[in-house]
């Protein structure tokens, strides 16, 4: 068996959604410590819904197929609909990631995450979702 399924590598060497929008809603950055790779969301509302999703990412492999597939999740769904995109799912729509690859969605979904929190405090309004425990974890240490 291949250690990449092919929805991981087309999605690597064709990544969807790679860029930036100027005027996003909400913006969303994530990064891992450990391998030093970073992610950012761009996120663009309108009635509720991302009508678009663009990101950045500077990391491994896993990581740009993995940005690519959030993006192509998350766009045309509401908000709440977008918060339930979870890394293990993130991993089954790529057809599965190796073991040590995992952390890899963890941060896609955890900077789609922070876009949508990000529009959310912008307007100061809550969403159903976005407030779930775990979250914190990953903050307040950085300087
Ligand atoms: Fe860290 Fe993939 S190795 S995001």
């Not at 291949?2 to 913006?27: C, L, Q, T, W």
């Not at 979904?109 to 159903?128: N, P, S, V």
């Amino acid at each position: 068996m291949p250690m990449y399924s092919e929805k991981v590598m087309d999605h690597f060497m064709n990544p969807r959604n790679v860029g930036e929008i100027e005027d996003a809603d909400g913006i969303g950055e994530e990064g891992n410590p450990v391998c030093g790779d970073m992610m950012t969301f761009y996120i663009k509302v309108k009635d509720n819904r991302l009508e678009d999703v663009k990101f950045q990412t500077f990391g491994c492999g896993a990581a740009v197929a993995v940005s690519s597939i959030v993006s192509e999740m998350a766009k045309g769904k509401t908000l709440e609909e977008a918060l339930t995109i979870t890394p293990s799912l993130v991993a089954h729509e790529l057809e599965g990631l190796p073991k040590n690859k995992y952390h890899c969605s963890n941060l896609g979904a955890q900077a789609l995450r922070k876009a949508i929190r990000d529009y959310a405090q912008k307007r100061g309004i809550t969403i159903k979702g976005l407030e779930m425990k775990g979250e914190q974890d990953e903050e307040g240490e950085e300087s």
